[in-house]
T-cell receptor
Framework: AQTVTQSQPEMSVQEAETVTLSCTYD???????LFWYKQPPSRQMILVIR??????QNATENRFSVNFQKAAKSFSLKISDSQLGDAAMYFC???????????FGEGTQLTVNP | DGGITQSPKYLFRKEGQNVTLSCEQN?????MYWYRQDPGQGLRLIYY???????QKGDIAEGYSVSREKKESFPLTVTSAQKNPTAFYLC?????????????FGPGTRLTVL
């Protein structure tokens, strides 16, 4: 099975500091898409950022950015200037171009300390 | 407002009973999905449908059934054959194959077997 692995079950960060969440994945395809979703205590899944594998430039959305290393099959999420509202479970996910289904990692629980 | 609705929010079932979880979307999306989430774990795909009157098994389809008679609706039935149905169930939709077509999620249904 082609998997997505998040090796950090829990992370914590001080408010206003920067934190990086790790994700590695397995795929046999050359073209695919990667996503980071956020699940706050409400349990509503929210898309944070996405990356197309054919793009070398790392995606950025305001305080959120990724470090995409295609050869290493690594897709980490950096959160800058962390805010209390960033506290949530974060999931990394992969989607092959040929299909529509997502494969999710097991998640990283992020705590933001005031 | 466009979005995905799931009902009910909380559902209690006695052992041996079938129960149906509702999922409706007004985003005009072709594809719809059902995921199961257990405590501390990622999302696992139960069933998905890329077009009306067609659906495919995901990774954990045993004990579940679905139908896709309308584009807007994708109900999930948890049958008595499902050994451990207590979990949080999430429905999602997307434009379908190709591109990055992000998945949009509903608010979820918490199912508890008494």
């Amino acid at each position: 099975a082609q998997t997505v692995t998040q090796s950090q079950p829990e992370m914590s960060v001080q408010e206003a500091e920067t934190v990086t969440l790790s994700c590695t994945y397995d795929t046999s395809e050359s073209d695919y898409y990667l996503f980071w979703y956020k699940q706050p205590p409400s349990r509503q899944m929210i898309l944070v950022i996405r990356q197309e594998a054919y793009k070398q430039q790392n995606a950025t959305e305001n305080r959120f950015s990724v470090n995409f290393q295609k050869a290493a099959k690594s897709f980490s999420l950096k959160i800058s200037d962390s805010q209390l509202g960033d506290a949530a479970m974060y999931f990394c996910a992969r989607k092959e171009t040929s299909g529509s289904r997502l494969t999710f990692g097991e998640g990283t629980q992020l705590t933001v300390n005031p | 407002d466009g979005g995905i609705t799931q009902s009910p929010k909380y559902l209690f079932r006695k052992e041996g009973q079938n129960v149906t979880l509702s999922c409706e979307q007004n985003l005009n999306h072709d594809a719809m999905y059902w995921y199961r989430q257990d405590p501390g774990q990622g999302l696992r795909l139960i069933y998905y449908s890329q077009i009306v009157n067609d659906f495919q098994k995901g990774d954990i389809a045993e004990g579940y059934s679905v139908s896709r008679e309308k584009k807007e609706s994708f109900p999930l039935t948890v049958t008595s054959a499902q050994k451990n149905p207590t979990a949080f169930y999430l429905c999602a939709s997307s434009m379908g194959r190709g591109s990055y077509n992000e998945q949009f999620f509903g608010p979820g249904t918490r199912l508890t077997v008494l």
